[in-house]
């Protein structure tokens, strides 16, 4: 049978109407208090159409905030919050997904009110941060002492724990983008010398590890990861990106992960499109890529067996239909940009629909 973008997919334990899948995009709508609100609770019910949300990155400690305003997902205030948007997607026929995140180098104490932690003492490098003292130089971040860790592992599991009371259908682990998951697994930043750090067994340490904890509390298949060795974003960079994708690669079909995303910088560089074959090599479960595909290129991908699904970002910040949009091959409606991570429903739930 030909798959495509509107076949089902058992993605894990979670079973999906469709392949179209809504990426992780931070608004900046829940406020200081981090609690997902009515507006995030419009927001994600308007986009229940999708196979899967992904939420934007939520907090797993009130400390380690980058943006001002990210949801959170660490005491029971937050929690009440989220299982409104889960309802809310749910009683939509949709299904939804928490990614698990930590900030690490790329948080401020401007923000937070303490020195960022990462895996070392290596600063984001020519570029600001916004603070509620406007944009400042990120700051030079305090290494995590290995007798910490186990704590930051500690804090995912938890988050797990309240993912699963919440009512999320799976929870997946923030390893791209530069946070601190990231800054563990790349060379540019990871220069320790202890157990988490040289090797790219080492490096890859503490993902392994929140891994182990999230399916201590949920089960393998209510788990997944993201990474994305090829991505630039908050200053990182990878040596052996190749050898990096396969060894976790290797590390995630031992445990029989719900799913796998590579978030590509563009899908169709040579030198993404070659993690992505390595991907599928070494992990047999559910592959999503992400990274500038459209509906016929993430039909192809499909259909040629190089992923499971698509995930796409721009597309359903202003589409909240999508998936009957690209069914029907109508234009899409054009992101407003400048309202990114403004307050308020302009540009976040006021999108219209094709049936509007």
Same mark, same amino acid.
């Given at each position: 049978m030909s798959l495509d973008l509107f076949s089902p997919l058992k993605l894990g334990a979670v079973e999906l109407r469709n392949r179209i899948l809504m990426a992780p995009l931070t608004r900046t709508r829940a406020g200081t208090s981090h609690i997902p609100n009515d507006l995030m609770v419009e927001y994600y019910r308007q986009r229940a159409g999708?196979? $899967?949300i992904f939420t934007e990155c939520a907090l797993i400690t009130p400390d380690a905030s980058a943006y001002l305003g990210e949801g959170g997902l660490f005491d029971e205030a937050t929690q009440a919050g989220w299982k409104r948007v889960t309802d809310a997607? @749910?009683?939509?026929?949709?299904? &939804?997904? &928490?990614? $698990?995140?930590?900030?690490?180098?790329?948080? @401020?104490? *401007? &923000?937070?009110?303490?020195?960022?932690?990462?895996?070392?003492?290596?600063? &984001? #490098?020519? *570029? $600001?941060?916004h603070t509620p003292k406007?944009?400042?130089?990120?700051?030079?971040? #305090?290494?995590?002492?290995? *007798?910490e860790i186990p704590g930051i592992v500690e804090l995912f599991r938890k988050a797990a724990e309240r993912a699963d009371a919440a009512g999320f259908d799976a929870v997946q682990i923030h390893g791209a983008h530069g946070y601190l998951v990231d800054q563990f697994l790349r060379d540019s930043v990871n220069d320790r010398s202890d157990q988490y750090g040289g090797s790219i067994e080492n490096r890859a340490r503490l993902l392994l590890e929140i891994v182990d904890a999230c399916i201590s509390v949920l089960g393998a298949g209510r788990v997944g990861v993201r990474i994305s060795p090829l991505v630039a974003f908050n200053d990182m960079a990878e040596s052996q990106p190749q050898a990096l994708v396969e060894y976790v690669a290797k590390e995630l079909q031992k445990r029989g992960v719900g799913h796998l995303e590579l978030r590509h910088e563009q899908w169709d560089q040579p030198a993404e499109q070659e993690l992505a074959r390595i991907a599928r090599a070494h992990f047999q479960g559910p592959l $999503?890529?992400?990274g500038g595909f459209d509906a016929d290129s993430g039909n192809a991908s499909i259909r040629e067996g190089r992923a499971d699904a698509i995930v796409y970002g721009k597309a359903f910040l202003a589409n909240p *239909?999508?998936?009957?949009?690209?069914?029907?091959?109508?234009p899409l409606n054009a992101v407003d940009f400048s309202t990114l991570y403004t307050p308020g429903p302009?540009?976040?739930t006021d999108y219209p629909t094709l049936a509007a």
């Open positions: 999708a196979g $899967l997607v @749910h009683a939509a026929g949709g299904r &939804i997904a &928490i990614q $698990l995140w930590h900030a690490g180098r790329a948080a @401020h104490s *401007d &923000i937070n009110g303490v020195q960022p932690v990462s895996a070392s003492n290596k600063a &984001i #490098r020519n *570029d $600001l941060t406007g944009k400042v130089p990120y700051e030079t971040p #305090r290494p995590l002492r290995t *007798d $999503l890529l992400n *239909d999508l998936v009957q949009r690209f069914a029907s091959k109508a302009k540009g976040y």
